[in-house]
Nanobody, 132 residues
Framework: QLQVVESGGGLVQPGGSLRLSCAASGFTLDFYAMGWFRQAPGKEREGVSCISGSGVSTKYADSVKGRFIISRDIAKNMVYLQMNNLKPEDTAVYYC?????????????????????????WGQGTPVTVSS
């Protein structure tokens, strides 16, 4: 059974850091591009970051560039999102997603990675609250 499970969310003060983890099972990361999305209350789900199937290419939403870092550990079949200098507007439920469309996802020249429809598997989400 293919699935992804997020963890690592919580309450953090503005300026603080959190690392989200995404455990993939039933498939190997070499054959999937991975994305992180978030959904704040009353807002649509938005793409935060992605990493290509090769692991070479990464992308970020403008709102998190310079603060968030996506990475993966092939041996552990894990994907991470290091979030630094967190702001109240980062408060949301964060989702991990997997896409088998590695020929196009998270590569230069397109923004397919931001589209929910291009992902095959989704986790249940982990909540992040940034507040003092």
């Amino acid at each position: 059974q293919l699935q992804v499970v997020e963890s690592g969310g919580g309450l953090v003060q503005p300026g603080g850091s959190l690392r989200l983890s995404c455990a993939a099972s039933g498939f190997t990361l070499d054959f999937y591009a991975m994305g992180w999305f978030r959904q704040a209350p009353g807002k649509e789900r938005e793409g935060v970051s992605c990493i290509s199937g090769s692991g070479v290419s990464t992308k970020y939403a403008d709102s998190v560039k310079g603060r968030f870092i996506i990475s993966r550990d092939i041996a552990k079949n894990m994907v991470y999102l290091q979030m630094n200098n967190l702001k109240p507007e980062d408060t949301a439920v964060y989702y991990c997603a997997a896409s088998s469309w590695i020929q196009a996802m998270c590569l230069t020249g397109n923004d397919h990675w931001t589209s929910n429809q291009e992902y095959d598997y989704w986790g249940q989400g982990t909540p992040v609250t940034v507040s003092s």
